[in-house]
Nanobody, 125 residues
Framework: VQLQASGGGMVQAGGSLRLSCAAS????????RGWFRQAPGKEREFVAV????????YYANSVKGRFTISRDNAKNMVYLQMDSLKPEDTAVYYC???????????????????WGQGTLVTVSS
């Protein structure tokens, strides 16, 4: 099972980026898919999650209304559309996947079994 994140880059405050995460090695329609981020010197933190049939999505309060998570199960892809970016969004963004994570644990990064390599997002003021 492999995850590969892409789409990071440098953008000015107020701009947009779209992250992608490609999955391989299994049928990822049965996995919960999420995004986390880690800024220098900080803990990895939850950003967003999407459940198997895209019927439920959850966001960190800090990104709610600005970020949108989506998935394409036919392509084993998950996306994170990031709009109205702020300098405090600067971090390495990681995609994650897990079959068994439950609603009460979706924000806990240790609950996810599979991780991509991370993609750097830098937002300048």
């Amino acid at each position: 099972v492999q995850l590969q994140a892409s789409g990071g880059g440098m953008v000015q405050a107020g701009g947009s980026l779209r992250l992608s995460c490609a999955a391989s090695g299994d049928t990822f329609s049965k996995y919960v898919r999420g995004w986390f981020r880690q800024a220098p010197g900080k803990e990895r933190e939850f950003v967003a999650v999407i459940f198997r049939n895209s019927d439920r999505t959850y966001y960190a309060n800090s990104v709610k209304g600005r970020f949108t998570i989506s998935r394409d199960n036919a392509k084993n892809m998950v996306y994170l559309q990031m709009d109205s970016l702020k300098p405090e969004d600067t971090a390495v963004y990681y995609c994650a996947a897990d079959q068994g994570v439950i609603l009460s644990s979706i924000t806990i990064w240790r609950q996810y079994d599979y991780w991509g390599q991370g993609t750097l997002v830098t937002v300048s003021s």
